[in-house]
């Protein structure tokens, strides 16, 4: 990333036309990216990370 990393990163999951897009966003510094890929079953759904520098947690929206 060619900013820090806020230990909160979001990975927001779509389906774009039938391919799977992901965009990567983070508030302080802010940042946001996003992926398009080729996939048979694309889905929705949204991810959080939390990083507290010795162990990363990933939970669905709906665990947060």
Not at 19 to 47: A, L
């Amino acid at each position: 990333m060619p900013v820090d990393k806020d230990y909160l990163q979001v990975f927001s999951l779509s389906d774009d036309n039938g391919k799977q897009r992901i965009k990567h966003t983070q508030e302080v510094p802010e940042y946001s990216r996003e992926y398009v890929f080729i996939t048979d079953k694309p889905i929705t759904t949204k991810i959080f990370v939390i990083d507290d520098k010795t162990h990363s947690t990933m939970l669905l929206a709906n665990e947060y």
